[in-house]
């Protein structure tokens, strides 16, 4: 156990429907992170939030919508995905967005967009 | 942009050997280096963290260290166990424009400890 959470940890949906992701942290951390690892490519950096501010979107489509409500609470708002959306979204969380600081990671939720 | 390599790709190995995983980056202006390993469908768990000023770090079976200046990393672990049977991955934290974290990934080393 790392101390984040993600539910659902499975979630298969059709192109038309809306969805969300949730994540929650129980280490008092200050930044929590969005990735997305798809098959056979590296893990890719999607959101950034550090104190409850989105500090990086990187050129994510705007199917994706973050939401970070408090410092312990991260949600992926989902809508109109395709199928090639398909993977597994890892959330992280760190003390805060310094560089030197050590990430801790959720299970994850797979995704299948059918 | 940083490129993380990570060499090789796959490694299957008898129970009880000792193995070198790699990892090559190609900015070494680094904070750190991270491995983590992650078991099929799961999320990722954190080995070993190097600061930049470090030249290596253990943890019971696993060493890792960091050479800044060639750019690599090389993570060995003694005595293989089947346990150890997942992929790992090495990552790299960078600035980012907006000055904060971001992590650079390899694409990992899957690895099969054979009873």
């Known amino acids: 156990e790392t101390g984040v959470t993600q539910t659902p940890r499975h979630l298969v949906m059709g192109m038309t429907n809306k969805k969300s992701l949730k994540c929650e942290q129980h280490l008092g951390h200050n930044a929590m992170y969005w990735y997305k690892q798809s098959a056979k490519k590296p893990l890719e950096l999607m959101f950034v939030y550090n104190f409850k501010e989105q500090t990086e979107n990187n050129s994510v489509p705007s199917r994706f919508s973050p939401e970070c409500p408090n410092s312990s609470h991260l949600f992926l708002h989902l809508h109109t995905l395709q199928p090639e959306d398909s993977a597994l979204y890892l959330c992280?969380?760190?003390?805060?967005?310094?560089?030197?600081?050590?990430?801790?990671f959720g299970p994850g939720t797979r995704l299948t967009v059918l | 942009k940083q490129e993380v390599t990570q060499i090789p790709a796959a490694l299957s190995v008898p129970e009880g050997e000792n193995l070198v995983l790699n990892c090559s980056f190609t900015d070494s202006a680094i904070y750190n280096l991270q491995w983590f390993r992650q078991d099929p469908g799961k999320g990722l768990t954190s080995l070993l963290l190097i600061q930049s000023s470090q030249r290596e770090q253990t943890s019971g079976r696993l060493n890792a260290s960091l050479d800044k200046s060639s750019g690599r990393s090389t993570l060995y672990i003694a005595a293989s166990q089947p346990g150890d049977s997942a992929t790992y991955l090495c990552?790299?934290?960078?600035?980012?424009?907006?000055?904060?974290?971001?992590?650079?990934f390899g694409s990992g080393t899957k690895l099969n400890v054979k009873p």
């Open positions: 990552a790299v934290p960078t600035q980012s424009l907006y000055n904060f974290n971001k992590f650079y």
């Open positions: 992280a969380s760190s003390q805060d967005a310094r560089p030197r600081l050590e990430q801790f």
